[in-house]
C-alpha cells in the first residue's frame, strides 16, 4: 500500500467462504503488480495438480504504480494456464486497478470451488460470495448489465466477468474487464469457470491524501505532458494500434491465412484507416490514463425482415485484426466487428480463437477433417461459418471442437497438421511474422506472448542480423518489463517511463529507489517466473517450432529453422547462467 512497509493481500476461499487479510512485509521486496503475483502464485500453486484443479490459486495485484501516476492502468492475473500446463500471465485495463487501490488491497489470492455457481464482491469494509445460478450461461455483456444493477453503492466500481466459454472450461477462455478490456490470453476465464466463480464486483471509495503533494504533483505534470503533447503517444490515440496492418502488410510481416503468406490482398480493407473512416465512432480510455486507445467501432445488423437494422459497438484493435482478419481471410471491417462480438460475447481469447479458426480452415482444405467433423464446410473468408464455429468451440459441440477448445497444439495432436499449428510452446501466436526475433521471443518469453520482450520490435529495429545482440536484446529487455510490470504500467507508455522517471514517481509517493534496485527487483521477478516454469515442468530445450514459420517468407526474409533453434540453445544458456548467478 502507499505510504506502508507491507503489501494488503486479501485471501478468498471459494469452498469455505473463509475470508482473510494478510499484511506481507516480506512482499515489498518484489514492489508490487508481477512480482508480488509472481510470489503468491508460486506460494500457493500445486504444480501437481491440474491447472483446472479446485485448490488451484488465480491471483490478481496491481502495481506501486496504479492509479497514482497517468497511464499506470493495469491489473495483473497470474495462475496455471489450461493452455499450456505452465505460467499463466495476463493483464487487463479499465477501472480495476483503480477500484482495487480505493477498496484497500494490493492483491487478492482465490482458491477452492463454490458448491454453486457465485459471484464474489468486493469493498473497503465487506467482501461476500453470492449465490450466481441465475446467471450462469449469461453472455460476457449481459452478466456485466446484471450485476450492475444488482450491486447498488457508491464509489469506483468494476466488475469483471467471464461468458459461457470459461463456464466450458474453454483453455483459452478470456475475462471481460468493464466491457471493452480483458484477461485475454491464456485461459484465465476457464480457472474462473473451474471454481463456479461467474463474476466479481469491486467497490472502492477510499480517499488517500498525498503527503508531499509538491513533488508528487510536479512529477505528474512533468508524465502528463510527455504522454499528451509528444508524439510518443499521439499514434495510440489517433488511429490506435490497426495502423500497424498496412506497414507489416507492405513489408511481408502480417500473418495471412493460417500464415500460407505474409501478405494480405486485402489488407488495405482492414486497415486503421479503414476503419476509422467506416466504424470508428468513439474512443475511450482506461480510467487513469488520457490516452484514450480504446478503439470502438460499430456495424450493422439485421435483426428482423423489412429493413429492421441495430447498430453494434464492438471494440478493436491491431491483434483483433489480424486473427480474425487476415489470418483467417476477412476481408471486410463489418465482418471482423461482427467475429469479434461474437468471441467476445461467449469469452474467448480473440487471438487464439483466430489462430485455431486458421489450423481448422487449412485442415479441413487438406482433408485431415470432414465436414461430418467441423458440421460446417470452413474456408478462408467465410464469416457465416466461422461465427457457427465460434460457438461450436465455446460449447464443445462435439470431438472436434472439444479439441480446438484446448489450442491449436492439441488439436494438432490429434488430428495432424502440426507443421502448420502456428502456436509457440502451445500458445498461438501473435500477429507479427517479422523474424528471428518474433520467434525467440515468444518461445522463450515466460507467458510465450509477443508482449513479454517485443521480439518482434527488435526484429523491425535491428539493422544487420547478429545472433549475440539478438539474445542479448530479448533477455534485457524481458527483465525491464518484469520491473515495468511491477508498477504496473501499460507498455504503451514504456516510452515515456524511463528510469529516470521511475524513480522521481517513486519517490515521490514515499519510495525510497535507485536505479540498481529496480535492475535488481526486474531481475527477482523473473528468476520468480522461471522458477515458477520449472516446477510446471516446462523446459525450454524441448520447444518445437511449426514448420510453417520457415515456408512463408517473414518480413525480414526467409528464415531458417536450424539458425532458430540455435537462438533458443543459446538463450537457454543464458537462462543457467542467469538462474545459478
Given at each position: 500500500m502507499i505510504y506502508e512497509k507491507y503489501i494488503k493481500v486479501l485471501y478468498i476461499d471459494m469452498d469455505t467462504k473463509r475470508i482473510r487479510i494478510e499484511q506481507r512485509k516480506d512482499l515489498i521486496e518484489y514492489l508490487g503488480g508481477v512480482g508480488v503475483a509472481s510470489k503468491l502464485l508460486e506460494e500457493n500453486m500445486k504444480?501437481?495438480?491440474?491447472?483446472?484443479?479446485?485448490?488451484?490459486?488465480?491471483?490478481?495485484a496491481?502495481?506501486?504504480?496504479?492509479?497514482?501516476?497517468?497511464?499506470?492502468?493495469?491489473?495483473?492475473?497470474?495462475?496455471?494456464?489450461?493452455?499450456?500446463?505452465e505460467l499463466g500471465e495476463s493483464y487487463a485495463g479499465g477501472r480495476m486497478a483503480l477500484t482495487l487501490f480505493l477498496a484497500g488491497y494490493d492483491a487478492i489470492v482465490i482458491h477452492g470451488k463454490a458448491k454453486k455457481p457465485s459471484y464474489i464482491t468486493?469493498?473497503?469494509?465487506?467482501?461476500?460470495?453470492?449465490?450466481?445460478?441465475?446467471?450462469?450461461?449469461?453472455?460476457?455483456?449481459?452478466?456485466?448489465?446484471?450485476?450492475?444493477?444488482r450491486e447498488p453503492g457508491g464509489g469506483k466500481r468494476s466488475i469483471i466477468r467471464i461468458g459461457p466459454a470459461g463456464e466450458n472450461m474453454v483453455s483459452y477462455a478470456s475475462v471481460c474487464v468493464d466491457t471493452y478490456r480483458h484477461f485475454g490470453r491464456l485461459g484465465l476465464g476457464a480457472v474462473m469457470g473451474s471454481?463456479?466463480?461467474?463474476?466479481?464486483?469491486?467497490?472502492?471509495?477510499?480517499?488517500?491524501?498525498?503527503?508531499?503533494?509538491?513533488?508528487?504533483?510536479k512529477v505528474y505534470q512533468e508524465i502528463y505532458n510527455r504522454v499528451t503533447d509528444t508524439e510518443i503517444m499521439s499514434k495510440y490515440h489517433d488511429a490506435g494500434t490497426p495502423i500497424n496492418i498496412e506497414p507489416l502488410n507492405a513489408a511481408g510481416g502480417l500473418p495471412t491465412k493460417n500464415l500460407r503468406q505474409n501478405v494480405f490482398e486485402h489488407g488495405d480493407k482492414i486497415s486503421g484507416e479503414a476503419f476509422a473512416h467506416k466504424n470508428l465512432v468513439r474512443k475511450m480510455a482506461c480510467t487513469g490514463c488520457p490516452v484514450g486507445c480504446i478503439h470502438i467501432g460499430q456495424f450493422r445488423r439485421e435483426f428482423d425482415k423489412g429493413h429492421e437494422y441495430e447498430s453494434v459497438s464492438v471494440g478493436y484493435d491491431y491483434e483483433l485484426l489480424f486473427a480474425l482478419g487476415?489470418?483467417?481471410?476477412?476481408?471486410?471491417?463489418?465482418e471482423i466487428l461482427q467475429l469479434i462480438e461474437k468471441v467476445e460475447h461467449l469469452g474467448m481469447d480473440a487471438m487464439s480463437t483466430g489462430v485455431v479458426l486458421g489450423w481448422a480452415t487449412e485442415a479441413f482444405m487438406k482433408k485431415l477433417v470432414t465436414e461430418e467433423q467441423t458440421l460446417v464446410p470452413l474456408a478462408f473468408g467465410n464469416t457465416a461459418n466461422y461465427v457457427k464455429a465460434i460457438e461450436y468451440i465455446a460449447y464443445k459441440r462435439n470431438d472436434f471442437y472439444k479439441a480446438l477448445s484446448e489450442g491449436v497444439d492439441k488439436a494438432s495432436d490429434i488430428y495432424g497438421g502440426k507443421e502448420f499449428a502456428m502456436a509457440f510452446a502451445k500458445n498461438e501466436m501473435a500477429g507479427y511474422h517479422t523474424g528471428y526475433?518474433?520467434?525467440?521471443?515468444?518461445?522463450?518469453?515466460?507467458?510465450?506472448?509477443?508482449?513479454c520482450n517485443g521480439g518482434y520490435s527488435v526484429d523491425q529495429s535491428m539493422k544487420e542480423f547478429n545472433k549475440e545482440k539478438l539474445v542479448d536484446a530479448i533477455f534485457a529487455e524481458e527483465k525491464e518489463r518484469c520491473m515495468l510490470n511491477s508498477l504496473i504500467i501499460c507498455l504503451f507508455a514504456r516510452k515515456v517511463y524511463d528510469r529516470k522517471t521511475i524513480i522521481a514517481a517513486l519517490n515521490s509517493i514515499g519510495y525510497a529507489i535507485t536505479d540498481?534496485?529496480?535492475t535488481a527487483i526486474g531481475?527477482?521477478?523473473?528468476?520468480?517466473?522461471?522458477?515458477?516454469?520449472?516446477?510446471?515442468?516446462f523446459k525450454l530445450a524441448d520447444v518445437k517450432l511449426p514448420k510453417r514459420l520457415f515456408e512463408t517468407p517473414s518480413l525480414s526474409g526467409q528464415l531458417d529453422e536450424g539458425i532458430s533453434y540455435e537462438l533458443i540453445d543459446m538463450y537457454n544458456r543464458k537462462l543457467e547462467e542467469f538462474t545459478a548467478g
Open positions: 504444480p501437481e495438480l491440474s491447472p483446472l484443479d479446485e485448490s488451484q490459486p488465480i491471483v490478481f496491481i502495481g506501486a504504480g496504479s492509479a497514482i501516476f497517468p497511464v499506470i492502468t493495469k491489473t495483473v492475473a497470474m495462475f496455471i494456464s489450461p493452455l499450456t500446463g468486493i469493498n473497503r469494509n465487506n467482501v461476500e460470495i453470492k449465490d450466481a445460478r441465475a446467471f450462469w450461461g449469461m453472455d460476457s455483456d449481459e452478466i456485466g448489465r446484471v450485476v450492475r444493477d471454481k463456479n466463480l461467474k463474476a466479481i464486483s469491486i467497490v472502492g471509495d477510499r480517499s488517500i491524501p498525498i503527503k508531499n503533494f509538491k513533488d508528487y504533483f487476415s489470418f483467417i481471410g476477412i476481408k471486410s471491417s463489418d526475433g518474433m520467434i525467440l521471443g515468444s518461445a522463450a518469453g515466460a507467458r510465450h506472448s509477443h508482449l540498481e534496485e529496480l531481475d527477482r521477478i523473473y528468476k520468480t517466473k522461471l522458477r515458477i516454469k520449472k516446477a510446471l515442468g
